[in-house]
DNA sequence: CAATACAAAACGAACGTACGGTTTGTCTAT
DNA sequence: ATAGACAAACCGTACGTTCGTTTTGTATTG
C-alpha cells in the first residue's frame, strides 16, 4: 500500500472510477426497484436486471442484501437536496411574503423529493425498518440526522416568524409526515390532481398557522 | 345447499359457528402479524403459529393468501368504527366548542383507530397495494368507501362550520394522511410522547383552520 | 516500450432454505 | 354415514448466498 491518502483524490484510478460507477448504477437500481415493486418484491435477479449486472457483480460489490439496502437508505438520506435559502426583504409586508414562501416550498417539497422515486424507495425503506429491528438500528441515527438537517434549514429561513424553535421543528415534522402519508394513498388516484390539491389545501392552511401570532 | 337464506340468522348451526370463530381468529392472526412483522413477512406459517392452527386449517377457510390479506383488509376498512354523533348545544359560542370537538376527535382518531395494531396492519396493506397490483384492485373500492363514509360521519358533524363540502372532504382527507403517516415514523421514538405532541399540534393547528372563515 | 504478475471486476452455476400451495389422512358433529 | 374441521406430510419454486472461473485494468519488470 503506497502512501495515496483518500484525502488527495489527486489520483483516482480508473478502476476505482469504475468500481464507483457500478456501485451508483447498483444502488439506482436499487432505488428503482423500491419505487417499482416495493421492498418486498425488491430481489437480487430484480436488481440485477435493472442495473444490468450479473449476481456476482452485485455480490462483490455489497457483501449481502441488508448491506445494499442501508447503502441505498444512506443515499436517500444524503443532505445534498437542501432547500435553497430565500432572501428575504427586510420590512414590510413580512407576513405575507413569508406564507407565500412557506406555501412554495411546501408544493416543492412535494413535487421535488416526496413524490418521485427517491421519496416513495424512502417510505418502502421505512415503512419495512418498522418491523426489521436491524434495518431501523442501522438508519436510525441517519434519519433522525437527515430530519434535523432539513428542520434547520427550514427555521434558518422562516425563524422569523412568530413561533419559537420547538414549535417551528414540530410544524416542519408535521408537515413531513403529511407529505409522506401521501404517498401511501397514490396508487388510488392515478392521476395527481387530487393530491396536488390536497398538498396545496395543506400547504395554505400550514402558512397561515405559521404567519399567525401564538396564543 | 338448503334454502336457509343468510338473512335469517335464525338456524346457526353449530359448525357455521364454530368456522365463523375460526376465520376470525385467523384474520385476527393475521392483523397481529402484519403489525409486528411487516406484509413481507407475513408467512403462512407465522400466520398459522399466531392463530394457534395448521396448515391445513388456514387453506380451508381461505384458498390462498391473497384471499386472506383481502379479506383481512375488509375487515379493517369496515365502516363499524365510526366516530360517535356528538350533539351541539345550538347557539352560543359555537366556534370555540366546534375547535374543542375537532381537536378531541382528531386525538380519539389517533389513539383509537390509527396508532393501533388494525391502524398498522392497515398501513402495511396499504403500502403493499401501492406496487401490488391485484391486491390495489381488490381493495381500491372499499378503500374509498371507507374514506368517504368517515368523511361522511365527520362532514355530518362539523358541517355548520364555514367551510363547504369540498373543503370539510379534503381537510379531513388531510388529518387522515397525517395520521397515518404518523405510523411511518413510529418505530423511531419507541416513546409515544413525541407523536402525541405532533397530533395536539396538528389537531390544534386544523381546528383553528376550521373555525375560521374561509378566505 | 514490451512482457509479465497481480489484484480487482464481472460472471454464472450450484447450494440450502423457506415460502405458498396441494394432497392425504383423522376426527368430530350432524 | 357423511360432510366439514383440522392436522401433517409433501411438492415445486424462488430466494439469498457461496464459490470457482474468466476477464479487465494496473503495476512491475526486462
Not at 430481489?43 to 442484501?65: C, D, N, V, W, Y
Request: glycine letters at 4%; hydrophobic letters at 40%.
Amino acid at each position: 500500500m503506497h502512501e495515496t491518502a483518500s484525502s488527495q483524490p489527486r489520483k483516482e484510478s480508473k478502476k476505482e472510477l469504475q468500481a464507483e460507477a457500478a456501485r451508483e448504477r447498483i444502488l439506482s437500481a436499487v432505488i428503482d426497484c423500491l419505487d417499482r415493486y416495493g421492498y418486498a418484491e425488491t430481489s437480487i435477479s430484480r436488481i440485477q436486471e435493472a442495473a444490468g449486472f450479473s449476481r456476482g457483480a452485485l455480490t462483490h460489490h455489497f457483501p449481502s442484501k441488508e448491506e445494499m439496502m442501508v447503502v441505498a437508505a444512506e443515499r436517500l438520506l444524503r443532505p445534498t437536496l437542501s432547500l435553497r435559502r430565500r432572501k428575504h426583504p427586510a420590512g414590510a409586508a413580512s407576513e405575507a411574503v413569508l406564507a407565500v414562501d412557506v406555501e412554495a416550498d411546501i408544493v416543492w417539497m412535494w413535487e421535488k423529493l416526496v413524490d418521485t422515486s427517491e421519496g416513495r424507495a424512502l417510505l418502502e425503506i421505512l415503512v419495512a425498518s418498522r418491523t426489521d429491528d436491524v434495518l431501523r438500528q442501522r438508519i436510525a441515527t441517519k434519519f433522525a440526522r437527515w430530519n434535523n438537517a432539513i428542520n434547520e434549514t427550514l427555521i434558518e429561513n422562516y425563524g422569523q416568524s412568530g413561533m419559537d424553535g420547538q414549535a417551528l421543528q414540530e410544524f416542519w415534522t408535521i408537515c413531513r409526515v403529511f407529505l409522506r402519508g401521501l404517498n401511501t394513498q397514490s396508487q388510488f388516484d392515478p392521476d395527481d390532481g387530487m393530491r396536488k390539491a390536497l398538498v396545496r389545501r395543506f400547504a395554505h392552511a400550514f402558512a397561515a398557522q405559521m404567519s399567525r401570532p401564538r396564543d
